[in-house]
């Protein structure tokens, strides 16, 4: 007999980079088949291709065993094939009805909204959500937020439910709630995909689950004949580790103790975490995104204060100083979102690389600054970054994403750091680049500096680093030591999630 | 890359990824000459005859001794409230009390006069620094509200327009009035509290003051560090403050220059213009400067040039109110048809427009 959903072969790349290789994967009605796989493994991917976001170079997709060439959004709707995104896709000042109509489109405004709000009133009864369907976007939770999108979706039709990492928006008692639903939708016929990185729930909810890791799909095996430890391994797989040379580390440069920091909806994300990185060393912190790294590379930055804790620098205190004293006693940052803390878009290369040292005089006086001198500085550092294609006049906003990194290395990585946070500095590079971001890591390594490399690419840890952490739920779960067991780190990064 | 487009019906629209400087210039130009064209159709709608238009607008603004020497009086303290809405834009505080802090310049100098301070030669010299401590005052609450408190300058230095206006009426029908005056104001200024005239119409040292001011905004804006500084905290403040630059201080500093360029206004119209403070010292220049600086986009040399134009706008405005009887709203309604044309010429900046067959 047909699946209900089979996907065979799919191929998608990005400028060259391959999202998806030949991807499998089949799903039958009535079932929860939760979708499994690291950052990046071609989960969300996959999902896209199906709900018709991502035309594929390159595949074949049949419901019930009829072939279809997927055109777009619609066409997938109309094929009752709908997605809950991980950020929602709703207008804030409307109500829910709205909402639910915009997307199912009515003939008239008046009667549109009765008949949609009768039918999410009966929606709701069904699946046990509590929806008034006059309130407005803006005045509700997450949680519901995530209700009014699953019956946004259920309204037009859907059989196949994708759901992108729905639990991570929500508390515990959300999440188990939300799991119960989709169990019950299930057992209506709907097949539900649940994309997540989390184990606990595929175990506990899921029928089947597939694993993709690298764009491919690794297996597809049933919930209850399989263990957390089983589908870690699958999810981490056993790339082979390179044999650079480790460093010699040195003294403690950089020391963390007990850091808690808040994130800026009032959530504590990291909570007390300490780490110690030393001189010469690469300390690679590995860890599920969203598990604390952004507030506490900010934390590192000095953008955001900690609630609790202390930053030690060469053994004096630099929790409370200005992100000005900090890169005075070599702290550096390559930061993960570019585009916030980076480099300011709107303004030229050379402009960008004189930012952090404006403040020294280095670029003509202490009162005033010299063009030319910046010209000259920037210049010399397109060349020794070999970043072509751009002029130190280039507005930032027009370079590819490896040369806007290398810049800010160019100009994070100028005189003798002490301390280099680097955080996902090869998200979204393609292999030269990161070639290049890694060597450039290794080089101010060996000369001395304290490296903490935040990533959620698991390879890139392990390939670079004299220390993995693992950070889980905001705290350091484990270290290991060069070279550090794969399996082992995976099952840090995966477990109690 | 996905190229990114949009058709509709035989309209495609391209997103631009850059545009040259000349085409960017043409569009602007464009989009003014637009503007100039509906406000002369509404001048002619008035009752104007196309020709007294370019005879009110151009020749005896412009190619008028007389004319020209009004033109050049009223330069001066737009190109101070121009400078004074650049300044602060640039750093992204949106300064719309221009016209308290001028009207609290304008206080400044004539406390001066008011309280008689200090031996007569110096109070010329006083009442200048008083204009500029006026300004930076009345912008100095908004400023602390907004870099501590998080509150809103807009409304902030918007209501702290009409807080200086009304303290202006109590002083003027109390303290400070001029009891042999006719209508409600302070008592002339002495000959010594006066702007030198140079010699030709009204025009006073007042326009040397200003345009000193637009060669020294020129300078930190484009060559000194704190200019620098400014940039990085208009473009990006997150990456501004992980850079090391001390974005508050930056911002206060900015924000300080930016009212005291207002108040330096208001010190000029006292004591240059009008030998006094009236209840209309400070009426319209406010709004003037917000647009002088969009229409500039913040360059201080542009505002230079701008704020003549305006200028001219102004004069030729005030004939045409006192020969054809229309009201003075005209001139601020083609102001703003000039402004709305420029922001509509953005579309044309942001994407590429073709017809497609």
Known sequence: MAHALQMTDIVKSFDGRMALDRAEFAAEWGEVHGLLGENGAGKTSLMNVLCGLYRPDAGRMSIDGVEHRIE?????????????????????????????????????????????????????????????????????????????????????????????????????EEAARLLRTIQALARRGTCVILITHKLREVLAHADRVTVMRGGRTVATVDASSTSAPDLARMMVGDAPVDDTEPGQSGPVRLQISDLTARRDDGVSTVRGLSLTVCSGQIYGLAGV???????????????????VGRIGLDGSDITALHPKRRRALGVRNVP??????????????????????????????????????????????????????????????????????????????????AVIVAHSPTHGLDVRACAAVHDHLRAARDAGAAVLLISEDLDEVLNLSDVVGVINRGAIVGELARPADRHRVGELMLGHA | MPSRTLAIGRISLEVRQGIEFWLHGLIVLASIAVGLGISVLLLVVSGIDVSNIFEEFIVFTFFDSAGLADVLLEWAP???????????????????????QFVWGAIGATVVMIYDIGPS???????????????????????????????????????????AALFVLNQLFGAWQDPAAVYYKTAQFAAYQRLPLIGWGQIHVGLFIALAAALIVWLVTERSRFGAYMKFVGSNPGMALASGIPVTLTILAAVMLSGSLSGLGGYLVASGQEYA??????????????VIAFLSRNNPAAVVVVSFLMAGLYVGGESIQVFYGLPEALIGLIQSIIVICVVGSEFFVRYRVRWMR
């Open chain 1, 72 to 172: 777009g959004p619609s066409h997938a709707r109309a094929l009752g094939i709908g997605m809950v995104h991980q950020h929602f896709k709703l207008v804030q000042p409307f109500t829910i009805a709205e909402n639910v109509m915009l997307a199912n489109p009515q003939t008239s405004w008046r009667k549109g909204i009765a008949t949609v709000s009768e039918g999410i009133a009966r929606l709701s009864d069904e699946l046990g959500f509590e929806i008034d369907p006059a309130a407005r976007i803006d005045r509700i939770s997450v949680a519901e937020q995530q209700r009014v999108e699953i019956i946004k979706v259920l309204m037009g039709g859907a059989r196949l439910l994708i759901l992108d990492e729905p639990t991570s928006v929500l508390t515990d």
């Open chain 1, 289 to 307: 995104g969203g598990n604390g790294q952004t507030e506490l590379a900010e934390v590192l930055m000095g953008v955001r204060a900690p609630e």
């Open chain 1, 336 to 417: 993960a979102d570019r585009s916030a803390y980076g480099l300011a878009q709107e303004l030229s290369v050379g402009d960008n690389y004189a930012s952090t040292r404006l403040g020294s005089g280095a670029f003509g006086t202490m009162a005033w600054v010299s063009r030319r001198t910046i010209g000259a500085r920037a210049n010399a550092a397109l060349e020794d970054f070999e970043i072509q294609g751009a002029t130190v006049d280039t507005s930032v906003r027009l370079l590819s994403g490896g040369n806007a990194q290398k810049l800010v290395l160019a100009r994070e990585l100028h005189g003798e750091p």
């Open chain 2, 78 to 100: 737009l190109i101070l409230v121009g400078l004074s809405a650049a300044v602060a834009f640039r750093v992204q505080f949106w300064n719309i009390g221009i016209e308290g």
């Open chain 2, 121 to 163: 030669w110096i109070q010329i010299y006083l009442m200048f620094l008083g204009g500029i401590i006026g300004g930076m005052a009345w912008i100095a609450v908004p400023a602390f509200l907004r870099l501590r408190l998080q509150v809103n300058e807009i409304i902030s230095t918007l209501l702290l327009n009409y807080v």
């Open chain 2, 277 to 290: 403070l009236t209840i209309y010292v400070a009426i319209g220049y406010g709004f003037s400067g917000i």
